[in-house]
Structures are given as C-alpha cells and as structure tokens.
C-alpha cells in the first residue's frame, strides 16, 4: 500500500502543555467542578447550622499590684520615718514569689473544675496588634473564664483568694516588724469584657469559605478522574499523532458556511486524487459531518471525482471502487469524539487494507479564525 503523504499541515496551535489540558478538562468537566463546590458549600452550611451555639462567656479577673504589698508598703514606711529599722524588711523578687504563690492558690481553686479556663500572667496592655503593647514587671493578672451562670461562685473564689494571700502576705511581715501596712489597690477583682473573642459571623463566614474551597478542590479532582476514565482522546495533537496519517483539512462545527462549502471543501477537493474512488467515513460512531463533507465534495462539479460517505471504519468492510478503482479514504475525526482504543483499531486496521492507495485526516469542530475570541486568538 502507497500513502500519499505530500505534507502534514498544522493548522492548530500546539496544544501539548499539560496545564492546558488540565483547564481544558475543567471547561468539559465544569458540572463536576460547581457541583463539589456547591455540595462543600452546602456541607459547611449544614455544620454551622447544626452546631450548637456556644454559651456567652465573661471574664472576672484579680490584679494584684506587688508594690502595693504588706512588704513593700511597709518598707516604704519604715524608710520615711525609721530609716533604722529598714534592714529588717528585704522585698526582692516579690514579683516572681506573688506570681508562684497565685498560681498555686489558682490550681486549688479552680484546677480540678473543667468549666473554668485559669491563667495568671503578667498584667497587659493593649493587644499583641497593637504598636503600644506592653507586660507589667510589677502587676500579675489571674483571670478566669466562665459562663455568666458561674461569676457568682467564681467572685466568691477569687475573694476567698485574696483574703489567703493578704494574711500570708501580713503574717510573713509581722515578723520582722509588728506596724504592717498594705496598700489600698493591693489586689482588685473587675469584671471584663471578652474582646479576644472572634465574632460569629466571622467564623461562620470563614466556615462557609473553607466549605466551598475543598468542594471546589473535590470537585476538581472528581472532574480530572471522569475525564481521565472516559479514555476519550481530546488533545487534537495527541489525536492526530495517535492514528498517524497527515491531516489535510480543519472543519469548524455543522452548519457551514458558503465560505467553508466552497473554500475549504474547494481546497480540498483539489488535493484529492481523481483516480481513486474516494469514501467519507468517521472511526467507530457517525459523525454528522461525514455525509456532509460527502455532499460538499459531490458538488463542486467535477465529474471525475468519485465521492461518497460509508459507514464508520470499524464496523464496515472496504472494498475496491467501481470498476475495481483503487480507493483513498478521507477520516473524519473530532477533539473528544474517539477514545484511545478506538484510534489504536483504526491506525491497526488502516495500515492493513491493500487496496487503500491514500489516506487524509478531516478534523471537525475547529473554528474558524472570524469565529475565535481575541483572547483565543492571542
């Protein structure tokens, strides 16, 4: 068998990049993609419905300020009006010693109960944003966390706190000298408001947003595996290289034009061989240009040109023309109209027939250059 093969035109852009591929799987796929995002959208949605609303929370906190303490008020004293005494009363470290001693009384009071969040920590000053922020070296923080219900016996806790420190405190200095003073603004306990807290809106909002962002990411990946297992062919390099005979013309979509009737199929016409008798025929299905293109190449009004659309290759047999004319076959394909195995048959099949003297490949569904966008065209 001859294959007349004088050129292989290229006619399309290269289309070989794998991202392209992928965003074009995602065009074919696009039901599956809005459908994963829609359900993650409607998965978080269903979540933040059904979950239960927190409980408002409040904040009570103690600051204790540890220059105000017996220790160090009653130093301040003794260096006003008895400077003498004053070696008898040391307050270094007062700070870290309140702050371990707090903790301890902290983990006795409200260690063991799981509704109570604890923390002692240095006093702050504005937020962890915020340019200005700051911790005190002298004042120590001992808030809790608890539902409105509770502040009642959390008060009742703290208070019982403070009255152990203080006499712990006064006891310890009553020892090195019997006139103990403790400053005013020693410890206080206030109630505060939770600004830390995130807003519910905003959390829903961020909810909602992750929701649709791993629907979409499933959706992605669910519309690559269809793609992928559908075994159809729709890179047209890929397409043409795989059957492996030269394509000779590129077909925009039914209806044609007259331009396309009379130039393209004009052009082809041109090219065909007038001693072959020439069939029109697609793969393994009918595809609707083949008796189309059929039709254009009878009229162009050249009575030896013999024309006329078959059935698919594979479920056909070919035999020789009319008065035993050798024959030559023009294939028609589409982007996505064949699979894999079905190109495989064919070139397996083609390469075989001995009484096939030229073969061209016809690839439909391209537009035509006043048919692209501006962005396809770039």
């Known amino acids: 068998m001859t294959i007349n093969n004088p050129e292989v035109s290229s006619l399309l852009p290269d289309d070989e990049i794998d991202l392209r591929e992928v965003l074009a799987a995602f065009r074919r796929r696009w039901i599956w993609v809005a459908s994963g995002g829609l359900l993650g959208l409607g998965i978080a949605a269903g979540v933040s419905i059904s979950r239960p609303a927190e409980e408002p929370s409040k904040t009570i906190r103690m ?81 809790i966390e608890a539902s409105p219900d509770k502040l009642d016996g959390v008060k009742a806790s703290l208070e019982n706190i403070k009255n152990v420190l203080t006499k712990r405190e006064i006891d310890k200095i009553e020892m090195l000298s019997p006139d103990v003073q403790v400053g005013e603004d020693w410890i206080s306990i206030e109630e505060v408001s ?93 595809h609707e240009a083949v008796g189309s293109l059929a039709q254009a190449l009878s009229r162009q009004n050249e009575p030896e040109l013999s024309c006329k659309a078959v059935a ?21 394909v589409e982007s996505g109209f064949n699979s894999s195995q079905a190109l495989d048959d064919a070139r397996l099949l083609l390469s075989q027939l001995s009484c096939v003297q030229s073969i061209g490949v016809v690839l439909a569904g391209v537009p035509l250059p006043s048919e692209l966008t501006e962005a396809e065209k770039a």
């Open 312 to 332: 698919p290759l594979l479920n056909s047999i070919i035999r020789l023309g009319s008065n035993s004319r050798p024959i030559g076959l023009l294939v028609v």
């Open 194 to 286: 939770n600004n830390e807290k995130e807003p519910e809106s905003n959390s829903s909002s961020r909810s909602l947003a992750l929701g649709l962002l791993g629907g979409l990411v499933a959706g992605s990946g669910a519309a690559l595996i269809a793609d992928r297992r559908s075994n159809r062919v729709f890179s047209r390099s890929k397409l043409l290289g795989q059957l492996g005979y030269p394509l000779w013309l590129a077909l925009p979509t039914l209806p044609w034009s007259d331009q396309v009737a009379g130039s393209l199929v004009g052009q082809l016409a041109a090219r065909l061989d007038r001693s072959l008798d020439w069939r029109v025929l697609s793969i393994a299905r009918e």
């Open 63 to 143: 600051v204790i300020d540890t220059t105000q303490s017996p220790c160090a008020w009653t130093q301040r004293k003794f260096q006003k009006l008895e400077p003498g005494e004053i070696l008898n009363i040391q307050c270094t470290g007062e700070f870290l010693t309140t702050r371990k001693v707090l903790t301890t009384l902290a983990l006795d009071a409200f260690g063991s109960d799981q509704q109570f969040l604890a923390r002692v920590r240095p006093l702050t000053f504005g937020t962890k944003k915020d340019k200005d922020f700051a911790q005190s070296n002298t004042q120590l923080e001992l808030a």
